[in-house]
């Protein structure tokens, strides 16, 4: 059931409102569809679709619309444009027509689902041919479908990147999907966008640090527990022991965590020291009696992270020693693992364990934190996420409608009614102007006139965003 | 395979759940007979700024959020057994350990009634701050509850995307000012002049409402519906509602028309909308063909008809902006003759004008007003929309925001604390327990450990023990945040 506090009819752009006024006479269907599109020199030639379920479930599920939401509306635009333009009437008529639910048919592909940009990845329709300004009413929130979209598909790109690393220095994947821990809740905007993004970085990882991700995964994507933490220091749980203290703060961590993993943070003051003389010397012995399913992660957070990893590795390396894997890679003691957490975006990232790999270094010694990178520094532009009208009817004909501004070609839209296939190669590609052929269209219909269509669990999302042999 | 049957109750986003996984394992990592640990936030001073060099500086910022925060999250009863049951299932998957304090936040529910024995003082909201001083502090009341200070933390540093939202785009309001005071001489319509475009750009509806409702403290012209709820709901105004719109097309009500409707479309909408401003799209094919042919000879008999009440914007979307804004002005003036204002600069007739809302962030906004002053166009032709620039494309880096502990109590006795990792200076935090003070000349300056003692300390309590005890009205943020002349 949608949010009850939430009032539909004031969730979208102020001049959507005005729209109704400006569509051709008896127009009768309006047919817009969700795109990101191609754009020369991206590094991101395809995406993962993901977060649609949540839109729908939380917003646009059941009855969206009530008198009292009507009136609402209606005192606050006409003070916000000094003027009445609102549109009573319409969502009066959807209220005793429909019981208040959306009149719009939504057609997406499945979600998890891997796509080359450019693509059709949903369309969006009226169903009732009085309501044909719905449709564009929800671009808006629709639209925000960029941000789960975009994190997942960075999430996926960082997957990428540790899965070539991990491969060719140990010779297998394992483990991989604890490599990219989250650490991004507080860097994030707000609550339901750790929550989003937290969940959409879950379709990726198992390893998070952003509990909101893991309700959402629950609540909208059916997933009991989508993602794993361990016991880990923070700097208030370090120097609250005052900077002469910072061994008996270490130690103690140890000690109120003592079988699983636990992370300290190592850089309150000087983290070479600390790598050298506290874990090294004065508590080595305390490190090497923790197994290898109870290590101890060492925590740099400062300095330029590639260079800080080298010198902090070659330092534990000095005190613990280190072992040859089957690939000839030099890996800690098993008890002993680094978490580089600061900096971390998709090239310092690979810059890291390049440099690690070229000093001999496997990539399972280390896991990376992301924060900012993951969570909060994209936007819309990324994988320019749009969203256009393609087609309309009006007094019984239907015509295929486009912008292509010559000040920008790529800003380009699509034309007619559309839908996706699999070509011959097995390659995804768009069909343009209804001529595609309803048997081979990808895009299945998740939502109609208020219900849920289809239900996705993580579980299969996760299956369809998995990575494939040649990634 | 087990599948824990954690049943999540109505959707509530007051839950314990919102502390980062980490912080529920601190309270085991404090030192022993810690009875009190307190923390600040700032917005940290960057003295080295080795990548990039950044044009803007951002030298002071905007204190806003935090009410909202508090409101939203902190205040009342947020602890109840249901909810610390519910915790402690969720903790248990998570970590495949028993590690969440259930007692800890069972003394909470049971000595006060789920509410939260913190103090948290803070700058007046809308102050604006030079970098590097105390914005706000946060403290535990309770012995018992020494842990709670950090476990807050999460929810607390959230306030950098308002304080930088509001910060950001009062440094524009200072570009536009100055260029709208040396073109125009004077700044009618500044509150006006870049309107909130960044509804459909953000990560969600929460991060709309908060951001838009930032950007409300320095303008007045938003299409984030969003905004205003919050602004509403946890601040007030005395003003019926604050931000305002004005009838605009978008594409879809353009090209629904079809390609070779372009003037129809036109209009139909213009004569939709006699009596008050409208903006029209006029990209969907060729701007500088809509702007000669369309606007500036088919429809002209329309537009020269309507008052400077109810002008026609014309937008543009795409392209390079300063040279398609200077080449729009250009077809413009030659269609609609413009006159020199005192400042000698020239002013299109009242009844056209533009807005660019493309393409906009700081950067470019100080370029396309620099290019229109170079090429004598007044800043009163102009007005511009911002959506990700304004509300999105901003991370806590931006102003450095960062909460640290910097005093503790361990058996009776308080300690500074504090950071200062050797590989970066900047990242060494404040020690002991703060205070924010105006220096003679009228600057401000933070007292560290306990040295502001004596009084005259701007930051106010503003919470404690789970009550709201001073608040801010949306007037007076507004107030604390305008610009002064030295600004532009």
């Known amino acids: ?471 | 395979l087990y599948v824990p049957t954690i049943v999540v109750k109505k959707e509530d986003n007051r839950h314990l759940l919102f502390a980062l996984s980490l912080q529920v394992t601190h309270y085991k990592q404090y030192p022993p007979n810690t009875s009190k640990v307190y923390s600040y936030f700032e917005c940290r001073e960057k003295r080295t700024d080795p990548s990039k060099s950044r044009k803007v500086k951002y030298d002071k910022t905007v204190f806003y959020g935090l009410q909202y925060i508090l409101n939203k999250y902190l205040k009342g009863k947020v602890v109840t057994p249901e909810k610390i049951q519910e915790a402690k299932e969720v903790y248990r998957e998570h970590f495949q350990d028993d590690v969440f304090n259930e007692k800890g936040w069972t003394y909470i529910l049971e000595k006060y009634n789920g509410h939260l024995p913190i103090e948290i003082k803070a700058v007046p909201e809308g102050s604006v701050i030079p970098r590097g001083n105390v914005l706000f502090t946060v403290e535990s009341t309770d012995p018992e509850c020494y842990w709670l200070t950090n476990w807050v933390e999460t929810i607390l540093v959230q306030i950098w995307y308002p304080i930088t939202v509001a910060t950001n785009s009062r440094e524009q309001k200072k570009i536009l000012a100055k260029y709208l005071m040396e073109t125009a001489g004077n700044l009618e319509g500044l509150a006006y002049k870049l309107h909130d475009f960044g509804y459909r750009g953000v990560s969600s509806q929460e991060t709309a409402g908060i951001g838009a409702s930032a950007h409300l403290v320095n303008f007045k012209g938003t299409d984030t519906v969003a905004g205003i709820g919050v602004i509403k709901k946890y601040y007030g105004t005395k003003d019926p509602v604050p931000g305002f719109s004005v009838p605009a097309a978008e594409h879809s009500t353009i090209t629904a028309w079809g390609k070779d409707h372009e003037k129809d479309a036109f209009e139909h909408i213009i004569k939709q909308f006699p009596n008050v401003p409208v903006s029209i799209v006029s990209d969907s094919y060729d701007i500088y063909n809509a702007c000669e042919k369309i606007w500036g000879e088919d429809l002209r008999s329309l537009i020269v008809a309507r008052s400077a009440d109810a002008p026609l914007v014309i937008r543009p979307d795409s392209g390079n902006p300063l040279d398609t804004v200077l080449k729009v002005l250009e077809i413009l003036g030659k269609k609609f003759p413009p006159l020199e204002n005192s400042k000698g600069y020239k002013v299109l007739p009242p009844y056209i004008r533009v807005i660019q809302g493309d393409g906009v962030d700081i950067n470019t906004l100080q370029e396309i007003v620099e290019g229109m002053k170079k090429h004598r166009w007044s800043i009163e032709n102009i007005a511009f929309g911002s959506g990700g620039a304004l509300l999105q494309k901003l991370t806590r880096d931006l102003l450095n925001c960062s909460f640290k502990c910097s005093y503790v109590v361990t058996n009776g006795l308080g300690v500074n604390v504090f950071k200062d990792p050797v590989a970066d200076p900047n990242k060494r935090s404040k020690k002991g327990r703060l205070s924010l003070h105006r220096t003679a000349s009228g600057n401000f300056v933070t007292l560290e450990e306990g040295k502001g003692d004596l009084g005259g300390d701007q930051l106010h309590t503003v919470f404690q023990n789970g009550k709201i005890v001073k608040t801010y009205t949306f007037d007076e943020v507004r107030d604390n945040a305008q610009l002064t002349e030295s600004d532009y």
């Open chain 1, 1 to 471: 059931m949608a949010a009850q506090e939430f009032n539909f009819l004031l969730a979208t752009d102020s001049y959507k409102i005005t729209h109704y006024k400006q569509y051709p006479p008896n127009i009768s269907n309006i047919y817009s569809y969700f795109e990101c599109r191609r754009k020369k020199g991206s590094q991101f030639s395809e995406v993962v679709f993901f977060g649609l379920q949540y839109l729908l479930k939380k917003y646009l599920l059941g009855q969206v619309v009530t008198e009292e939401k009507i009136q609402e509306a209606k005192v606050f635009y006409q003070m916000h444009f000094k003027q009445a333009v609102f549109d009573e009437e319409s969502w009066r008529k959807i209220l005793e027509k429909h019981d208040g639910r959306l009149p719009i048919r939504i057609k997406a592909i499945p979600e998890g689902t891997i796509i080359p940009r450019g693509n059709v990845l949903f369309t969006v329709e009226n169903t009732d041919p009085e309501f044909y300004w719905l449709t564009n009413y929800i671009e808006t929130m629709l639209l925000q479908m960029w941000y789960p979209i975009t994190v997942a598909t960075i999430s996926r790109e960082f997957k990428k990147i540790l899965a070539k690393h991990l491969k060719a220095t140990s010779g297998s994947l394992e483990g991989l999907d604890l490599k990219l821990h989250d650490f991004g809740y507080r860097g994030v905007s707000s609550q339901e966008s750790a929550a989003l993004g937290g969940a959409a970085h879950l379709v990726n990882f198992c390893s998070t640090d952003t509990v909101a991700g893991l309700l959402m995964a629950q609540r909208y994507y059916s997933c009991p527990m989508a993602g794993f933490s361990i016991p880990a220091a923070e700097h208030s749980t370090i120097i609250s022991w005052g900077r002469s203290r910072e061994k008996e703060a270490f130690e103690r961590v140890l000690e109120q965590f003592p079988s699983g993993p636990v992370s300290v943070v190592s850089d309150s003051y000087d983290i070479f020291n600390a790598c050298k003389n506290i874990w090294g010397d004065k508590l080595k012995e305390r490190v090497m009696e923790r197994s290898q399913d109870s290590c101890l992660v060492i925590r740099p957070d400062s300095g330029d992270p590639a260079e800080t990893l080298i010198e902090v590795i070659k330092i534990l390396e000095e005190c613990f020693g280190c072992s040859l894997n089957v690939m000839g890679y030099k890996v800690l003691p098993s008890y002993l693992r680094i978490i580089q957490g600061d900096g971390i975006d998709l090239s310092s990232v690979d810059e890291i364990l390049q440099k690690l790999a070229d000093e001999g270094w496997s990539a399972e010694n280390v896991v990376f934190g992301c924060g900012s990178a993951l969570l909060q520094k994209l936007n819309r532009d990324t994988l320019n996420c749009a969203f256009k009208c393609s087609y309309v009817e009006s007094n019984g004909k239907g015509m295929d409608v486009y912008k292509q501004p010559v000040t920008d070609p790529s800003k380009g839209s699509k034309r007619g009614r559309l839908s996706l296939r699999r070509n011959s190669d097995g390659f995804l590609e768009t069909i343009e102007k209804g001529a595609g052929k309803p048997e081979e269209d990808l895009l299945v219909t998740v939502f109609e006139n208020g219900s849920l269509v289809l239900d996705y669990s993580l579980e299969e999302i996760r299956k369809n965003a998995r990575l494939r042999d040649e990634e």
